[in-house]
């Protein structure tokens, strides 16, 4: 039953599911044994070796086999549909930036010859360190300087395929000048804007107006140039984005054709090409509806597979030219999986019945009477007229008080029979088979609000920035059936800081269905589906640092490795970010102490104590700890 209700089969991609004991646990593969482990033994290892929640909990073994996936599923389509070229992977390093990860995909993926994607001079610095493949594909997007050119041609002489990916007419000049004074041969790309544009959050980064790449004029310019230049040996690859997680399939292929068609006119040209880069835009399932809703993808990754090798087949068989390499640079698909941000409730704001008083005081003014009337005469028939009465009524008071006609004791009494209807109705509404529209707010304003150890603009950005939908589920007492319906807010201190979105097969969901707190047990919360973007893109908002970071690796056995963990940002670290001096702090608190022991006002070891506290202060979590 919890399954179905969080529709964890729909979104987990078979990596996690509910246990018999009612609680999810990680599912793994391994060496063809399945393996599961419970996320609550996990944090009971996190708590045991010192580390508080929140926690970010990375998996390697998630990113390992997302990273095979892909590879496999290109492999395995190429092989059945009879293609010549080959595929290669790239990852491009801005959908997060974490070094453990960017270790894992170049050691791992190097089975694969999976490559990187670096769209600035840090990434590229940071690219360089870790590619170790001379069969992989090093892809520089982005506005590229001197230093950045110059630091991607060294590549090239040690042995590393960089590829420059011109985004700009201007940079093919800085380009050729660099590479001259060099004496290395680049390898050259151009980055093309197609008129396809895509549905979903990211459309403005495709079609004519999109703020990157070049428009076919701009390319034939630089083939000309190329050709005065006797280099149009050096342009090998055609890139296009249409944006990242894009939902519908038919954008993809529709995209895909037109790139293909491009490849194949630059083929005539005379360039040799031979690679082709479709960018990213392979969506991950948030909501498990399947779906082309912003937050699902209406294709599985053999599917996207399948239509891009059999649409760059058949545009290009079409034109007599070869069969490129085909590379895509998906990075949410890869990375989204592997991180689930586990978190703790540390109150609640419960939603309290009224109960209807017995009789009404005398002289109470006419108003409040019709209220009471309205509550009095709710049914199932008509729950619809009640709402609308008491919501006119409610307003109606709150206008008398505003100008003195009532007290506030009599404001009060209305908000009792106010509320006590709207909890009637919100069950009377549950027994329905049609909810009119006007009524299905009444459920997400009667809902608790639970009040979780994490910040969503440090940890979910996107949750806040772009509504983009997350699986957040209890992670233990699934065995038992959850009454209350919340929100969940942060700790921020910003209206802004909460989660009142959902998954939902069908719709968007107001509130998540969670379980009564049992006052002497943590109720812990996971979010989902987390590893693409939200570490590189989360801020300090009321100056709550990064969470504590666990990396873990599970053998084949079960045994959970702890491979690697980072304490998260302490109070004295976040100040420092937002440039106060701690030590100067630390002097004009210790100097007013000694004011206040000088007026007696406190002893000496009362300082002593509160400038204990307060220096551990500043070494503490930034989060609530116990």
Same mark, same amino acid.
């Given at each position: 039953?919890?399954?179905?209700?969080?529709?964890?089969?729909?979104?987990?991609?078979?990596?996690?599911?509910?246990?018999?004991?009612? &609680?999810?646990?990680?599912?793994? =593969?391994?060496?063809?044994?399945?393996?599961?482990?419970?996320?609550?033994?996990?944090?009971?290892?996190? =708590?045991?070796?010192?580390?508080? /929640?929140?926690?970010?909990?990375?998996? *390697?073994?998630?990113?390992?086999?997302?990273?095979? @996936?892909?590879?496999?599923?290109?492999? #395995?389509?190429?092989e059945k549909q009879g293609y010549t070229g080959c595929y290669r992977g790239i990852y491009p390093i801005k959908v997060n930036q974490q070094q453990h990860i960017i270790e894992e995909i170049t050691q791992y993926g190097k089975a694969f010859h999976h490559g990187l994607e670096a769209g600035s001079k840090a990434e590229l610095i940071a690219a360089i360190s870790f590619m170790n493949d001379p069969e992989a594909y090093l892809i520089c997007n982005g506005y590229k300087d001197e230093e950045f050119v110059e630091l991607g041609l060294n590549a090239l002489r040690i042995g590393i395929r960089c590829v420059f990916v011109l985004e700009t007419p201007s940079e093919l000049k800085l380009v050729l000048e660099q590479a001259k004074r060099m004496d290395v041969r680049p390898i050259i790309g151009v980055r093309m804007k197609l008129s396809s544009?895509? *549905?979903?959050?990211?459309?403005?980064?495709?079609?004519?107006?999109?703020?990157?790449?070049?428009?076919?004029?701009?390319?034939?310019?630089?083939?000309?140039?190329?050709?005065? +230049?006797?280099?149009?040996? $050096? @342009? !090998?690859?055609?890139?296009?984005?249409?944006?990242s997680q894009v939902p519908n399939i038919r954008d993809i292929r529709f995209a895909v054709a037109e790139g293909c068609r491009i490849y194949a006119g630059l083929v005539n040209e005379g360039a040799p090409m031979g690679l082709l880069d479709l960018g990213g835009g392979l969506a991950v399932d948030y909501d498990g509806s399947h779906t082309n809703f912003t937050s699902s993808s209406n294709y599985t990754l053999q599917e996207y597979c399948f239509d891009v090798v059999e649409v760059v087949m058949s545009t290009l068989d079409q034109a007599d030219v070869p069969h490129p390499t085909i590379l895509t640079e998906s990075g949410r698909a890869?990375?989204?999986? %592997?991180?689930?941000?586990?978190?703790?409730?540390?109150?609640?704001?419960?939603? &309290?019945?009224?109960?209807?008083?017995?009789?009404?005081?005398?002289?109470?003014?006419?108003?409040?009477?019709?209220?009471?009337?309205?509550?009095?005469? /709710?049914?199932?028939?008509?729950?619809? +007229? $009640?709402?609308?009465d008491a919501l006119y009524y409610r307003d109606e008071i709150r206008q008398l008080f505003r100008h003195g006609a009532i007290g506030l004791r009599e404001r009060g009494l209305a908000e009792q029979i106010f509320w006590n209807l709207a909890g009637r109705a919100s069950r009377e509404i549950k027994k329905m088979k049609y909810v009119p529209e006007d009524l299905q707010g009444l459920e997400t304003a009667l809902a608790d609000t639970y009040y979780c150890n994490f910040s969503v603009f440090q940890s979910l950005p996107d949750a806040w920035a772009i509504e983009q939908l997350f699986p957040v589920i209890p992670l233990?007492?699934?065995?038992?059936?959850?009454?209350?319906?919340?929100?969940?807010?942060?700790?921020? $201190?910003? $209206?802004?800081?909460?989660?009142? %979105?959902?998954?939902?097969?069908? #719709?968007v969901k107001r509130t998540l269905r969670v379980h009564e707190i049992n006052n002497d047990e943590e109720y812990y919360l996971g979010a989902f589906l987390v590893g693409a973007y939200q570490e590189t893109l989360g801020d300090l908002h009321n100056l709550l640092g990064d969470t504590n970071v666990v990396g873990i690796?599970?053998?084949?056995?079960?045994?959970?490795?702890?491979?690697? +963990?980072?304490?998260?940002? *302490?109070?004295?670290?976040?100040?420092?970010?937002?440039?106060?001096?701690? =030590?100067?702090?630390?002097?004009?608190?210790? *100097?007013?102490? &000694? !004011?206040a022991v000088r007026k007696g006002t406190i002893t000496p070891t009362e300082r002593r104590n509160i400038m204990q506290f307060y220096e551990t202060g500043l070494r503490g979590y930034t989060y609530f700890e116990k």
């Open positions: 039953m919890a399954a179905e209700l969080y529709g964890i089969h729909n979104w987990s991609a078979s990596y996690f599911d509910v246990s018999d004991a009612g &609680e999810v646990s990680i599912c793994l =593969k391994n060496e063809g044994i399945d393996t599961t482990v419970s996320l609550i033994d996990i944090i009971t290892g996190v =708590k045991e070796r010192g580390l508080e /929640l929140p926690v970010l909990l990375r998996i *390697s073994n998630i990113l390992d086999s997302r990273i095979r @996936l892909l590879n496999e599923a290109f492999r #395995d389509t190429m544009k895509v *549905s979903g959050h990211w459309t403005e980064s495709g079609g004519d107006n999109s703020v990157f790449g070049l428009n076919t004029s701009q390319v034939i310019d630089i083939v000309d140039e190329l050709k005065r +230049e006797g280099m149009l040996d $050096c @342009l !090998q690859l055609l890139h296009y984005h249409l944006g890869i990375v989204a999986y %592997h991180s689930v941000l586990l978190f703790n409730v540390l109150d609640i704001s419960r939603f &309290e019945t009224h109960t209807l008083p017995g009789t009404l005081p005398e002289n109470v003014h006419e108003q409040v009477k019709y209220l009471m009337d309205a509550a009095t005469s /709710l049914s199932q028939k008509n729950v619809q +007229e $009640c709402v609308n233990h007492r699934l065995n038992e059936r959850p009454i209350r319906e919340a929100i969940l807010a942060d700790i921020t $201190c910003d $209206c802004d800081g909460k989660i009142d %979105h959902f998954i939902d097969l069908h #719709d690796r599970i053998d084949e056995s079960g045994h959970v490795h702890y491979t690697h +963990e980072m304490e998260g940002d *302490s109070v004295a670290d976040v100040l420092s970010y937002v440039e106060y001096d701690t =030590k100067a702090m630390i002097a004009r608190i210790r *100097s007013m102490a &000694e !004011q």
